[in-house]
């Protein structure tokens, strides 16, 4: 009894930190009710060996083989450079997402292009054969070269992959998902862990590339446990806004390839449409000189993307001054309005502030601080200032402007969508060799920021 006891393990849903007995709240991330009882399942033959028939010998790294060139390129630039140049055999994939995202189609024509060149399978535990072959039908899948199969029992799926022999396999989701070793039902940590634990093991032994289909919880976090991610290869996230047709599939880890790489989606008709210029798509509905709108030059991963900051700042007739911010941190607008009115003597405490990064794009990176003073700046001054300016630069606690990374390519990007000047921080003056025709401000201070707006 006291050694089945032992055998009971806590994992917390939102965080996946374990914990040794129930409690109401996670000590590692402050959820409430999400420590949920995780049954280690009853060891299946084959998959946990107790004794060992060879024995047990460690290899020299320098002696390993390598066969790390053979990717699978399947159709479509955008999802290849999101993985790194392809797919990686014996690799598997996380695929999150809101549900109605689109995620059902980004990986069926994904897998249709795999389909060309190499045995695929598409397992789908939440919809109809009926309705995959509806949604072939629009996407213009003939499905010839195309398995499909409805099941929501992983040892039945084990067996589906023995008999087919799949080289690239999609579970769609990972939630549906059970096995028989687990008593738990589907959805649950257990359930999850257990399945996506199983299906790794297969990919790693058939050297079989898997997508598993993951749904995400309303707090952004992957239902069930985040614990999925450390397991994985390559975690990708299909985000959207609702309201607006484009995707953007953003890997936050990848063990093949670059991190933070994007590619980009539209939503169409017919499905998801490559996007090869997100610049240009996230530009196309600017006003030319409007106040309070910037443009800031970013990077995901390696690639430059143009996008539209836009603030409006209104006095406000509350006592506490609303801050609403689209696609960037409220705590960072928080810090930059203190620096701007400590440093710049602005009035920013009795205005409202809506921050937008137009057309729903997220900004993650603190290189964009520089821009956003400047459009706060022009709305609360009602400047405009021009349209042909791009503005990058890190803003310290001081109200000095730091470094940025990729300041060429940034640049580079921008001369290419017309734009002739940049603020841009002193330090990176140095780093940029071949600067396109552009004009070039080059600032240390918010201050000196101000001074150099038209
Ligand atoms: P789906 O791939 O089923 O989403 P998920 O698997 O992430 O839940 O996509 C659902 C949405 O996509 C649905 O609202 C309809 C839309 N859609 C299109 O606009 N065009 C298309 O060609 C397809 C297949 C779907
Ligand atoms: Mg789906």
Redesign the pocket.
Known sequence: MSKEKTKQQFFCESCGAQSLRWEGRCGACGAWNSIKEFRPARSVPGTHPRGFSHPVVPQLLSEVQQNAAQRMVGMGSELNRVLGGGLTPGSVALVA??????????L?ETLAGFSQSWPVLYVSGEESLEQLRQ?AD??GVSGERFPVLMENRLEAVIQAVEVAQPEVLVV??IQTMASESSPSAAGTVSQVRECAGRLIHLAKTRNMAVFL?G?VTKDGQIAGPRVLEHMVDTVLY?EGERGHDYRILRAVKNRFGPSNEIGVFE??????REVTNPSELFLSERIRGATGSVVFPGIEGTRPVLVEIQSLVAPSVFPQPRRNTLGWDPNRLAMLTAVLEKRLGLGFFNHDIFLNVAGGFRITEPAADLAVAASLFGSLKNLSLGSGLVVVGEVGLGGEVRAVSHVATRLREAAKLGFDRAILPEKCMKTIADVPKMELAAVSSVEEMIQKLP
């Open positions: 997402g809101d549900p109605g995202i689109g995620k059902s189609t980004l069926m949604r629009r996407l769609d989701s289909v749904h299909f939503m169409c008709q017919s499905g998801l």
